[in-house]
């Protein structure tokens, strides 16, 4: 054994063995003695994102390794709706996704790689290109250990003419020198002639160019990378600095270009020309990569490996009739993504058993970093968390800025929605704006009652205030419903698959005995055999909470507002609105060229492999050729898990369906990240 097999070999080499090859360790007779790149970056803060590549690229793939995670992600997507779609999206995604996954899957399987680390990137974008984020595949080894910055976040910003350029947003030094205080002289000292120590100065710049070319190239080029969303602006979107509201209060989204999930660059040449002057500099400024705040510490390879790349004990599923300590583990049904890539706010799990989710995964944590102070909105009137409501000073428009479809508890979050929004009517609001800007999803039954309790009892909110839905009939989940029909494998009524979840579209409930994919709908997707499930109805009422008899607002006095990035159970609620009550939409600073879409990855609900996992050991098939092992690494796969059909054209799933905003509305210095600006000069010029 060679002290460079490192990573990849666990199913072959122990965490001791691999203790006794760290630096420092006496090497074993015949082994030479060879420096570990991980021990440079190991219990340290901040380091060059070379370091971090250093280390990463020392790991050796491993082909037993590669296998697994190749094997399970192929055999999960066999839950997965899209699939088939993806190979060639209709218009008007036509031309922004069209990945055969299961090819690449095969290509990356007879792709050599240099480590490790190559083939996850392939991976990793590989899947991106579905533009999906319920499927995603991540890496607690790579993704995000480090998230590297550079603290210059840019802004697309439109000048009194209508002239767009992007900039260095106005806050960029306020929100660095904050978040960064044990980094920023490190900044400071980097710049080159007069421009040392003088990184305030760069907050506001018009940017020329990025690494010698127009700045949209690079804007353009990671929109090509960064996967989640199908249409093109929204990508663009995400190279930009955002705000998002978060339990804990206002969060400063760094976006893509100034923060990234994996450390791919060392510096970035800007051409800028600084805020009241003529000049134009050129000037490189180094990223730098920091330590995950939700990372576990390391010192070593070894360590690394030990406490970061390893499955734990949320990667897989589990038999959900297997007791623990005499208590069935149902709440290893329906789980989130797990250790840094879960929600900030963790839903429990006797909550999530009862309630469907649809959430966005991302390989980045959610942000933690503050929106400056004279940005946040003042003075909410009601609210909680997530949710929080305002008056506009004209006295006639109130706010509801939802950060998130997910809270702890789900009946004090549908409380507090409705009495925020009654508060609202008593202080005298009569047209209402929706602020979800970066609203990654949540549970679908809050989609539903929010949309119930803004429009009122009528054809389009009683009894379906969502999306009918459809799941995937492969061979391995017909097995599944079968087990559960015919063998009685679920007692507890704990997994997904359990048609007494279920109703038809008509409303009634599946019979317990409903073996309902059987006779599947069998359909021809991109010259490729496919088959669904039978049309499902709603899930959500009635609701828990008995919702007013009338709208609480006249929905053409209704307004949603976001930077497109507004996904999963966010666009459920965002469809149903615009399309069905007439409800305008307005994205915040796209491309005035570009056409933008007011919400993405529509899905219908999402899941991932463990919970999939799950159903397949409760199921007692867990040895079928069909079935995924379990993750060898510390991995999530996602996937959408069901499909919502479209309102305009409700045979075909909405998530292929146009959802062009009505306004496209431009930011400036004065209004960019700043909510209460913006919400504002929209209530004057929208509403």
């Known amino acids: 054994m060679k002290s460079t097999l490192l990573p990849f070999v666990l199913c072959a080499v122990s965490l001791a063995s691999l203790n006794n090859l760290a630096l420092g360790s006496p090497a074993p007779d015949g082994l030479v003695k060879r420096v570990d790149p991980c021990a440079a970056i190991g219990n340290q803060e901040w380091v060059a994102p070379s370091a971090v590549r250093a280390c990463f690229e020392s790991f050796p793939v491993n082909q037993t390794i590669k296998s697994n995670i190749l094997e399970v992600v192929t055999k999960t997507l066999a839950f997965h709706t899209s699939v088939s779609y993806q190979v060639l999206a209709p218009e008007p995604f036509t031309a922004e996704v069209h ?24 991976l990793s974008r590989s899947v991106k290109r579905l533009m999906d ?23 697309l910003l439109t000048d009194s003419q209508g002239n767009q350029a992007v900039h260095i947003a106005p806050e960029a030094f306020q929100v660095a020198s904050a978040e960064f205080a044990d980094e920023i002289q490190f900044w400071q000292d980097s710049l080159p002639g007069n421009l040392k120590g003088q990184l305030a100065s760069l907050s506001g710049a018009k940017v020329l160019a990025i690494n010698g070319q ?29 705000y998002q509201r978060v339990d804990a209060g206002w969060n400063y989204v760094m976006g893509n270009f100034a923060q990234m999930s994996l450390p791919l660059a060392d510096s970035v040449t ?11 500099q050129t000037f490189s400024i180094p990223y730098r990569s920091r330590f995950g705040s939700t990372s576990v510490p390391f010192s070593d390879t070894a360590s690394l490996i030990a406490n970061n790349c390893v499955a734990t004990a949320t990667t897989n599923g589990a038999d959900a009739n297997a007791a623990s300590n005499g208590v069935a583990p149902v709440a290893a049904v329906r789980r989130l993504p797990g250790g840094r890539f879960a929600p900030k706010t963790q839903i429990p799990p006797q909550v999530l058993q009862k309630h469907a989710v649809s959430i966005l995964v991302d390989d980045k944590p959610q942000s933690d ?18 949710t929080q409501f305002y008056l506009l000073q004209d006295g006639k428009t109130g706010v509801l800025a939802l950060g998130s479809f997910e809270e702890a508890d789900f009946d004090t979050f549908q409380n507090t929605l409705l009495t925020g929004l009654q508060t609202l009517v008593s202080k005298g609001a009569t047209q209402l704006i929706a602020d979800v800007t970066n609203n990654g999803g949540g549970f679908i039954c809050i989609a539903h009652w929010l949309h119930r309790i803004i429009a009122g009892p009528k054809n389009t909110t009683v009894p379906q205030a969502g999306l009918d ?21 679920d007692p507890n009524e704990a997994l997904l698959y ?60 209704v307004v949603i507002v976001s930077n497109g990035r507004c996904a999963s159970s966010c ?8 399309k069905e009550e007439g409800v305008k939409t307005v994205v915040v600073g796209g491309k005035n060229d570009v056409g933008q879409q007011y919400c993405g990855t529509v899905g219908g609900e999402s899941s991932d492999f463990s919970t999939m996992d799950t159903e397949v050991k409760t199921a007692g098939l867990k040895n079928n050729s069909l079935a995924p092992p379990d993750f060898m690494t510390n991995s999530v796969q996602g996937i959408t898990w069901r499909l919502g059909f479209g309102i305009e054209d409700p045979t075909q799933p909405e998530e292929w369906q146009n959802r062009p905003a009505t306004v496209n509305f431009p930011l400036t210095a004065e209004t960019v990240n700043n909510p209460m600006a913006i919400w504002t000069a929209i209530a004057a010029s929208v509403l």
């Open 99 to 122: 990945e055969d996954i299961l090819g690449d899957l095969a290509r990356i399987g007879a792709t050599q790689y240099k480590s490790a680390f190559d083939m996850h990137v392939d």
């Open 133 to 155: 984020g319920h499927c995603v595949y991540t890496n607690a080894c790579f993704d995000s250990l480090f998230l590297t910055f550079v603290p210059l976040p840019v802004v």
């Open 214 to 242: 127009d700045p949209f190239a690079s804007v353009d080029a990671n929109a090509l990378i960064t996967g989640s969303f199908e249409g093109f602006g929204t990508r663009q979107n995400s190279f930009f600095s955002s």
């Open 270 to 280: 800007l051409t800028v020309q600084r805020v009241n002057t003529s000049a134009v």
């Open 369 to 386: 970093i503050v929106l400056p102070p004279p940005l946040q909105p003042a003075a909410p009137i009601a609210g909680t968390g997530v």
């Open 469 to 489: 839905t459809k799941a995937r009939a492969g061979p391995l989940a017909q097995l599944i419903v079968k087990a559960i029909v015919e063998d009685d494998v």
């Open 498 to 557: 359990n048609p007494l979840n279920w109703r038809f579209s008509n409303n009634t409930p599946f019979p317990a005995d409903f073996d309902w994919l059987q006779n599947p709908v069998r359909t021809v997707i991109n010259g490729r055999q496919d088959a669904f499930s039978l049309r499902i109805g709603q899930e959500c009422q009635p609701f828990s909470q008995t919702p007013p008899d009338e709208p609480l607002f006249d929905t053409k006095k």
């Open 571 to 578: 666009s459920l609620f965002s469809v149903t609105l615009n």
